[in-house]
C-alpha cells in the first residue's frame, strides 16, 4: 500500500525538550518536505529535500533540524531553540517539479 | 523567494452557489500552481492544478484560470455542495538553480457551504 506515513498523530512534549518527528514514504519520490500549519498562516515550509544527504532550509527553519539518510526517510527535530513549536506539522513527498505532492496525515505538538 | 497571496480567508456560499478563490504571485519564474483541498484533522489533498502554458483547466465542477501576465490563477468550483466545506490553499512553484524547485502555499480558504 503505497503513500506516506506521519507518526505520532499526537505528541506531547515538555518545554526544554528535543523531540523527533517521523515521516516515511514509499512512493520513491525524491522531494520531501516538512511544512508548518498554524491557524490563519496556511503551510509555511521549515525544510525540504530533494536527494538523499542534502537538505535546504525553507522560510521557517530556525529551531528545527531534519536528516536525509535515506531516500524513504525524513525525519524532523523540533529543538529547545524553537520558541513556539506548539503547532501541526505536515510532511509530504513529490516525484519531481511539476508533480502531485502527496501529504501525510500531520502531527500535532503540544508543549506542556 | 515566492510569495503568495489568497483571498477571501473565509467565504460562505449557499449550496449550489459557485465559489471563486483567488491567488496571486510574486515569482515571473514559477510556472506551476496547484491547488488543495484540506478537511479538518488531515492533510491536504490535490484536486486540480495548471502549468504556465495553459490559461484555463477544467475537471468537472472545478476549474482553475490563469494569467501570467497578471501573476493571477482562481480556483472556481460551480454547483457547490456541502461536502466541498474545507479549506482550500492555492499554492506556485518553480525552478530555480537549474533543479531546485519547492512550493509555497498561500495562507488558505476557509469554504462553507450551507444546506
Known amino acids: 500500500d503505497g503513500g506516506i506515513t506521519q507518526s505520532p498523530k499526537y505528541l506531547f512534549r515538555k518545554e526544554g525538550q528535543n523531540v523527533t518527528l517521523s515521516c516515511e514514504q514509499n512512493?520513491?519520490?525524491?522531494?520531501m518536505y516538512w511544512y508548518r500549519q498554524d491557524p490563519g498562516q496556511g503551510l509555511r515550509l521549515i525544510y525540504y529535500?530533494?536527494?538523499?544527504?542534502?537538505?535546504q532550509k525553507g522560510d521557517i527553519a530556525e529551531g528545527y533540524s531534519v536528516s536525509r539518510e535515506k531516500k524513504e526517510s525524513f525525519p524532523l527535530t523540533v529543538t529547545s531553540a524553537q520558541k513556539n513549536p506548539t503547532a501541526f506539522y505536515l510532511c509530504?513527498?513529490?516525484?519531481?517539479?511539476?508533480?502531485?505532492?502527496?501529504f501525510g496525515q500531520g502531527t500535532r505538538l503540544t508543549v506542556v | 523567494g515566492e510569495n503568495v497571496e489568497q483571498h477571501p480567508s473565509t467565504l460562505s456560499v449557499q449550496e449550489g452557489d459557485s465559489a471563486v478563490i483567488k491567488c496571486t504571485y510574486s515569482d515571473s519564474a514559477s510556472n506551476y500552481f496547484p491547488w488543495y483541498k484540506q478537511e479538518l484533522g488531515k492533510g491536504p489533498q490535490l484536486i486540480i492544478d495548471i502549468r504556465s502554458n495553459v490559461g484555463e483547466k477544467k475537471d468537472q465542477r472545478i476549474a482553475v484560470t490563469l494569467n501570467k501576465t497578471a501573476k493571477h490563477f482562481s480556483l472556481h468550483i460551480t454547483e457547490t455542495q456541502p461536502e466541498d466545506s474545507a479549506v482550500y490553499f492555492c499554492a506556485a512553484s518553480g525552478m530555480s538553480g537549474g533543479s531546485n524547485y519547492k512550493l509555497t502555499f498561500g495562507k488558505g480558504t476557509l469554504l462553507t457551504v450551507n444546506p
Open positions: 509530504a513527498t513529490q516525484g519531481g517539479a511539476f508533480t502531485e505532492a502527496f
Open positions: 529535500s530533494q536527494i538523499v544527504n542534502d537538505f
Open positions: 512512493l520513491n519520490h525524491d522531494a
